[in-house]
């Protein structure tokens, strides 16, 4: 059984930093894209990074410069760590995995997800 398990969130004052783990068992993830999306209440689930089997990473704009995605195929782990967060951070965050080697943007292109772990950024 394929299961993506979140770790690393919580509360944070503006303009900290937090490190969002994701750790897949059931299955390796070398050769798949990986990602993060996040969803605040009220709101639909968005995209925020993405990294292919190789490395190369996206982003969304919101994040450009502030998040960074890694992931370490030995520990079938991806990361995201996030810098000077903002208040507009605060959201549900999910890791997911995709069934191909290529990036993507959309939650239709995954296949994997996680329950989910809050990051909260206070003013």
Do not use: H
């Amino acid at each position: 059984q394929v299961q993506l398990v979140e770790s690393g969130g919580g509360l944070v004052q503006a303009g900290g930093s937090l490190r969002l783990s994701c750790a897949a068992s059931g299955r390796t993830f070398r050769n798949n894209a990986m990602g993060w999306f996040r969803q605040a209440p009220g709101k639909e689930r968005e995209f925020v990074a993405a990294i292919s089997w190789v490395g190369r990473s996206t982003y969304a704009d919101s994040v450009k410069g502030r998040f960074a995605i890694s992931r370490d195929n030995a520990k079938n782990t991806v990361y995201l760590q996030m810098n000077t967060l903002k208040p507009e951070d605060t959201a549900v965050y999910y890791c997911a995995a995709r069934g191909r080697t290529l990036l993507g943007s959309r939650p239709s292109e995954f296949d994997y997800w996680g329950q989910g772990t809050q990051v909260t950024v206070s003013s």
